[in-house]
């Protein structure tokens, strides 16, 4: 085994205090549930991986396209040897972060309610691409410890091939967010800084990004598509960009969304 998978992996084992030690079946009707809260602005795969195993429990079909692996019989061995050799230290100082968020900073209880997502570039037929990855835990032990994670990598090289280096926490259901995490130091002393984007913006640029019209925003959000066209004008005099393609390339290195 390459020895920075070695590293990576060592993470988790440093963090096994906070990682179920048994499982529980998996139900795939929990998807649904989650993709509403997942950005996928590209061709995406979708998994769950189940930390109490260290395997996947699911993964979906749409990765033989993107990295060329089966789903069947794809390892955490194998999804740590697509990540750029260059990014792996980035990798693995991430996932530390989050495992230190999630059982320093909230209550377990909350664990399921926060998102997380950050870039690297992953090994695809063609070379390397920069990838969004996103996560959410959806089933936790009786201690509250992590067993089940929620994944989604999704292709963003046609967006930006800029990687920001920055990790978003995002609260759901009104829970508060961490933006622009560049490391450990960031996060001991994190001040809520402005953000670019009222929240109705950052759900219309995210909408926007993902193909629809304005017609369909609109229909989304419950707004007319007037109002969606007055968001519109507003976000691009606030990004100063001349598009809507670059205004969503700046919101995901800012890690806005």
Known sequence: MDHSIRKIIDVYNQAS????????????????????NIYAPGPTYHG?????????????????NLIGEDPNTFTA??????????????YQMCEQIIIKFLYNYINREDIPY????YQFRVRVETGYKLFLHQSIAIDLDE?????KTFISETDISHITSVNNKKITIMG?????????IGGLDDLENY?????????????????????????EVGKNLDITTETVRTH?????????GNNMVEVVALAIRKGLI
Request: no cysteine.
């Open 172 to 180: 759901l259901e009104g829970r508060p967010s961490y933006y622009n």
């Open 77 to 90: 061995e194998d999804y740590f040897s697509h990540i750029h050799p260059e990014d792996r230290e980035y």
């Open 17 to 36: 205090p906070f990682l179920a030690r048994k499982s529980t079946k998996f139900n795939k009707d929990q998807i649904r549930n989650l993709l509403s």
């Open 191 to 215: 001040s809520p800084g402005p953000v670019d984007y009222s929240h109705r913006e950052l759900q219309i640029i995210r909408l926007l990004s993902e193909g629809m019209s304005n017609e």
């Open 232 to 240: 519109r004008k507003n976000i691009l005099n606030k990004s100063k």
């Open 114 to 117: 926060y998102k997380v997502s």
């Open 48 to 64: 769950v991986f189940d930390f109490s195993k260290f395997k996947f429990d699911f993964v979906t079909d749409n990765i033989r």
């Open 143 to 147: 201690k509250g410890n992590l067993m």
